[in-house]
């Protein structure tokens, strides 16, 4: 849930816009354009959230966001969740990419 609405597709949250769907319906089918469209949300930091389980991304994945000057933790969907709120706390331009 976010802000007392729940979602069952990925989403694409940031502090400062609505949440947004997010394409992706499974880490296995995650594409680069799926990650290079995140490097225009004017983030300085993509929080990965690869469901209930982490699962490591082949770093051709991230060079899109490298390039962009993003940086790109990934991590479970819970953890992703927590550390968002950590960060959004802090002042951080941040988003979270949940794969839900």
Partial sequence: MVN???YARSIVVL????????AVSAVEALRDEDLESLAGLGVEIVL???GENLH??????????ARSGVGVE??????ACRTYNILVAE???VAAALIL
Wanted: glycine share 6%; charged share 25%.
């Fill in 48 to 50: 990965l959230g690869t």
């Fill in 15 to 22: 502090p400062d816009r609505p949440v947004a769907d997010w």
């Fill in 74 to 79: 990934v991590m479970d969907t819970h953890a």
């Fill in 4 to 6: 007392a609405v729940r």
């Fill in 56 to 65: 490591l991304l082949h770093p051709r994945l991230l060079q899109s966001l």
């Fill in 91 to 93: 002042g951080r331009k």
